[in-house]
Protein backbone atom coordinates (compact mmCIF):
# COMPACT_ATOMS: atom_id res chain seq x y z
CA UNK A 1 0.00 0.00 0.00
CA UNK A 2 2.77 2.45 0.80
CA UNK A 3 4.44 1.53 -2.48
CA UNK A 4 1.42 2.30 -4.36
CA UNK A 5 0.57 5.74 -2.52
CA UNK A 6 4.16 6.66 -3.34
CA UNK A 7 3.64 5.47 -6.97
CA UNK A 8 0.80 7.68 -7.45
CA UNK A 9 2.55 10.97 -5.46
CA UNK A 10 5.42 10.18 -7.92
CA UNK A 11 3.38 10.20 -11.03
CA UNK A 12 1.26 13.38 -9.97
CA UNK A 13 4.25 14.80 -9.39
CA UNK A 14 5.45 14.05 -12.84
CA UNK A 15 2.20 14.94 -14.77
CA UNK A 16 1.70 18.18 -12.66
CA UNK A 17 5.02 20.00 -13.02
CA UNK A 18 4.54 21.52 -16.45
CA UNK A 19 1.65 23.02 -15.19
CA UNK A 20 3.44 24.52 -12.36
CA UNK A 21 6.65 25.63 -14.43
CA UNK A 22 4.29 27.10 -16.62
CA UNK A 23 2.80 29.26 -14.19
CA UNK A 24 6.10 30.13 -13.09
CA UNK A 25 6.68 32.05 -16.37
CA UNK A 26 3.37 33.20 -16.79
CA UNK A 27 1.28 33.37 -13.54
CA UNK A 28 1.98 36.97 -13.04
CA UNK A 29 3.10 40.02 -14.97
CA UNK A 30 6.90 40.26 -14.76
CA UNK A 31 8.46 43.54 -13.48
CA UNK A 32 10.02 43.80 -17.33
CA UNK A 33 6.71 44.00 -18.43
CA UNK A 34 5.92 46.70 -15.98
CA UNK A 35 9.12 48.42 -16.66
CA UNK A 36 7.79 48.35 -20.54
CA UNK A 37 4.61 49.71 -19.66
CA UNK A 38 5.89 52.73 -17.43
CA UNK A 39 8.18 53.68 -20.53
CA UNK A 40 5.27 53.68 -23.11
CA UNK A 41 3.28 55.90 -20.90
CA UNK A 42 6.28 58.16 -20.35
CA UNK A 43 6.51 58.58 -24.16
CA UNK A 44 3.24 59.47 -24.70
CA UNK A 45 3.53 62.09 -22.00
CA UNK A 46 6.64 63.37 -22.61
CA UNK A 47 5.45 63.65 -26.37
CA UNK A 48 8.49 61.78 -27.71
CA UNK A 49 10.96 63.59 -25.65
CA UNK A 50 13.96 61.75 -24.81
CA UNK A 51 14.26 60.19 -20.86
CA UNK A 52 16.40 57.67 -19.19
CA UNK A 53 15.79 55.61 -16.22
CA UNK A 54 17.98 55.61 -13.82
CA UNK A 55 16.60 53.29 -11.69
CA UNK A 56 13.30 50.97 -11.19
CA UNK A 57 12.56 49.17 -8.26
CA UNK A 58 9.40 47.41 -7.90
CA UNK A 59 7.45 47.86 -4.66
CA UNK A 60 4.86 45.67 -3.95
CA UNK A 61 2.64 43.36 -6.46
CA UNK A 62 -0.88 42.09 -5.65
CA UNK A 63 -3.18 40.45 -7.69
CA UNK A 64 -7.04 42.39 -8.36
CA UNK A 65 -10.37 41.06 -9.59
CA UNK A 66 -13.55 42.88 -10.88
CA UNK A 67 -16.37 41.49 -12.15
CA UNK A 68 -15.25 38.19 -12.78
CA UNK A 69 -11.54 40.07 -14.56
CA UNK A 70 -8.58 38.89 -13.42
CA UNK A 71 -5.76 41.84 -12.42
CA UNK A 72 -2.83 42.37 -11.42
CA UNK A 73 -1.11 45.48 -10.05
CA UNK A 74 2.51 46.60 -9.94
CA UNK A 75 3.81 49.52 -7.67
CA UNK A 76 7.45 50.56 -8.69
CA UNK A 77 9.53 53.56 -7.84
CA UNK A 78 11.07 54.81 -10.70
CA UNK A 79 14.16 57.54 -11.20
CA UNK A 80 13.94 59.83 -14.47
CA UNK A 81 16.37 61.99 -15.68
CA UNK A 82 14.92 64.19 -18.82
CA UNK A 83 18.53 65.37 -20.63
CA UNK A 84 16.99 67.44 -22.86
CA UNK A 85 14.06 68.28 -20.82
CA UNK A 86 10.51 67.85 -21.85
CA UNK A 87 7.98 70.13 -23.24
CA UNK A 88 5.14 68.42 -24.95
CA UNK A 89 3.33 71.26 -26.08
CA UNK A 90 6.61 72.36 -28.49
CA UNK A 91 7.33 70.47 -31.70
CA UNK A 92 10.58 70.14 -33.62
CA UNK A 93 11.04 72.32 -36.39
CA UNK A 94 11.16 75.59 -35.71
CA UNK A 95 12.81 78.62 -37.52
CA UNK A 96 16.58 78.16 -38.38
CA UNK A 97 18.49 78.91 -35.66
CA UNK A 98 15.87 77.04 -33.64
CA UNK A 99 15.27 73.86 -32.49
CA UNK A 100 11.58 73.68 -31.27
CA UNK A 101 8.56 76.06 -32.10
CA UNK A 102 5.68 76.08 -28.94
CA UNK A 103 2.30 76.13 -29.80
CA UNK A 104 0.42 78.61 -27.89
CA UNK A 105 -2.58 77.17 -28.96
CA UNK A 106 -1.99 74.00 -27.45
CA UNK A 107 -1.26 73.24 -23.79
CA UNK A 108 -0.19 69.41 -24.98
CA UNK A 109 -1.46 66.07 -23.47
CA UNK A 110 -3.28 65.41 -20.32
CA UNK A 111 -1.47 64.91 -17.75
CA UNK A 112 1.61 65.82 -20.02
CA UNK A 113 5.28 65.82 -18.49
CA UNK A 114 6.88 69.27 -18.21
CA UNK A 115 10.72 69.33 -17.34
CA UNK A 116 13.70 71.49 -17.63
CA UNK A 117 16.60 70.06 -19.27
CA UNK A 118 18.37 67.77 -17.05
CA UNK A 119 15.62 67.29 -14.62
CA UNK A 120 15.71 64.63 -12.57
CA UNK A 121 12.55 63.45 -11.28
CA UNK A 122 11.72 60.36 -8.96
CA UNK A 123 8.17 58.91 -9.80
CA UNK A 124 5.93 56.32 -8.00
CA UNK A 125 3.40 54.54 -10.02
CA UNK A 126 1.13 51.96 -10.16
CA UNK A 127 1.17 49.45 -13.41
CA UNK A 128 -1.76 48.21 -14.36
CA UNK A 129 -2.74 44.34 -15.89
CA UNK A 130 -5.74 42.42 -17.15
CA UNK A 131 -5.34 38.84 -17.53
CA UNK A 132 -6.52 37.52 -21.05
CA UNK A 133 -6.20 34.70 -23.41
CA UNK A 134 -3.26 36.73 -25.06
CA UNK A 135 -1.36 37.36 -21.90
CA UNK A 136 -1.49 40.14 -19.65
CA UNK A 137 -1.97 43.13 -20.90
CA UNK A 138 -0.82 46.38 -19.96
CA UNK A 139 -2.72 48.99 -19.49
CA UNK A 140 -0.59 50.66 -22.75
CA UNK A 141 -2.54 47.72 -24.43
CA UNK A 142 0.48 45.53 -25.00
CA UNK A 143 0.22 42.15 -24.49
CA UNK A 144 3.16 40.89 -21.99
Not at 15 to 42: K, Q
Request: hydrophobic letters at 35%; a neutral charge.
Amino acid sequence: MKSLFAGVCALMTFVTLPAHAMCLWNCTPSEGAARSVFENYLRQQTNGAPFTIESFKKLKEYPIANMGREGYVIDVDVVVSFPQGSHPECVSGGGQGYSMKCLTMNTGVRGAIVAEPGERRSMRSSMLFEKTSSGWVGSDGVAY
